[in-house]
């Protein structure tokens, strides 16, 4: 099951939170490092297993990405038109989303650094450039929304 098949945990229906399909997917890379590697099929079964194992640990936190971005249509509705007195806790979820954004993606790009798939590289490096302009866009909009209202 992928995460986005199930388990989507932030900003959606399902069960398990990403943080826990995370510690799930890294625990995966320990495993992976554990294996044996006394003869060659042992030493590639390893090697593939640890591929797979990062693959999987660079895809939870680029899940958190996405839906971190998603979670600004919401935050952009309530700071323009939700009560004035919690405007400021709308900028609060922004800065906290703005964060929570930044540490998801170092994940991703530390994950990167492990994994062979050039083609994956490129295409997870790619999305996560649009990614990061869009949430730096709708943090912008959003605080700016939320500051002129204080």
Do not use: H
């Not at 044996?36 to 079964?45: L, M, S, V």
């Amino acid at each position: 099951m992928t995460v986005e098949q199930g388990r989507p945990g932030l900003g959606g229906r399902g069960g398990g939170l990403l943080i826990e399909i995370d510690k799930e997917a890294f625990d995966e890379v320990m495993k992976a490092y554990k294996l044996p590697k006394e003869t060659t099929n042992d030493k590639e079964a390893r090697n593939r297993a640890i591929q797979e194992a990062y693959l999987g640990a660079a895809r939870v936190p680029m899940t958190v990405c996405r839906r971190i971005v998603g979670l600004y249509a919401q935050a952009r509705i309530l700071a323009r038109k939700g009560l004035k007195s919690a405007v400021s806790d709308v900028g609060v979820a922004a800065y906290s989303l703005r964060g929570g954004f930044l540490s998801a993606r170092i994940n991703v790009l530390i994950n990167l650094v492990q994994i062979a798939d050039e083609a994956f590289n490129r295409e997870t490096r790619s999305e996560l450039d649009r990614l990061r302009a869009e949430e730096e866009k709708y943090n912008a909009e959003v605080t700016g929304i939320c500051l002129t209202k204080l």
